[in-house]
């Protein structure tokens, strides 16, 4: 899947009932600068506000990168010290709230690299399917720079606090299967059924109801925050819609009627 003669950082497709969302800097191996970041709440937005979209897959334009990390050449410009950092956090944050609030499961579709920013990005996907090589990593301790805090309670929630320690205070590359074996990523494929694999898995998701995914999503969302910041009205609202929905009298009739379900996500 190549889209590599657009300009645009972020390309959105569609492939009902999937939609794409490319990394287009196959140059740098999809490093992410600002536009990136700025462009990605953009692509997530228009493809949860698509009806005909049930997953989203995001994905890099060629298999050599998911995300090779941030693009260090915009340190100097944008990044060179504490204040100018906490102004560009502000794009990131936006990114990665978009992702985590997105109504639609975003799948990672990973291979050639995942690194520093690349793995929250990664962990801010609700599902990651990475090609067997893959490497991974969060070199910040090699370059003098912190991880921020989100993105260390994300990895921290997901690999444990022993192998977060491991992988940023090491710096060190891993390779996929080492990740499956940490809980970082949910598969590990070969390399060249790594598309089919994600487009049959995401086609069979998208299958499902789509009321009952965003409940699940957004309870494992408020579920991972701190008891005094969960939305539980939010989530119960969720959840009486689905028992309220036209998609729970379908899957009712076509669990008796031994067919199924056509999801209507109304």
């Known amino acids: 899947m190549s889209e590599q003669n657009s300009a645009d950082p972020i390309i959105v497709k569609r492939e009902p009932p999937i939609g794409w969302l490319i990394l287009n800097r196959p140059q740098v191996r999809n490093a992410l600068n600002l536009r990136t970041w700025q462009r990605i709440p953009e692509a997530i937005g228009e493809l949860d506000r698509d009806e005909n979209v049930r997953a989203i897959v995001m994905t890099g334009a060629t298999p050599e990168a998911f995300i090779s990390g941030a693009d260090i050449s915009e340190f100097p410009s944008i990044r060179s010290d ?129 009321l009952t995914i965003e409940a699940a999503k957004a309870a ?18 969720l959840v009486a819609l689905c028992f309220n929905s036209e998609d729970y009298k379908e899957g009712v009739r076509a669990f008796l009627e031994k067919r199924r379900p056509n999801f209507r996500g109304r």
């Open 220 to 237: 494992i969302r408020e579920g991972l925050k701190d008891p005094s910041k969960r939305d539980i009205d939010g989530v119960s609202e």
């Open 82 to 210: 504490a204040s100018q950092a906490r102004v560009y956090r502000e794009a990131p944050n936006r990114a990665i709230t978009s992702m985590l609030e997105c109504s639609t499961p975003i799948i990672a579709m990973i291979s050639g690299v995942c690194i520093g920013g690349g793995v929250q990005v990664a962990l801010a996907c609700d599902i990651r399917i990475a090609a067997r090589g893959t490497r991974m990593g969060i070199p910040a301790a090699r370059l003098g720079l912190a991880y921020p805090l989100e993105g260390v309670i994300a990895l921290t929630q997901t690999v444990g606090h022993a192998n977060a320690r491991d992988i940023l205070f090491s710096a060190r590359l891993f390779e996929a299967d080492e990740a499956f074996a940490m809980g970082l990523v949910n598969r590990v494929v070969e390399p060249g059924d790594l598309e089919t694999y994600v487009r049959d898995y995401a086609t069979k998701m998208a299958a499902n109801a789509p």
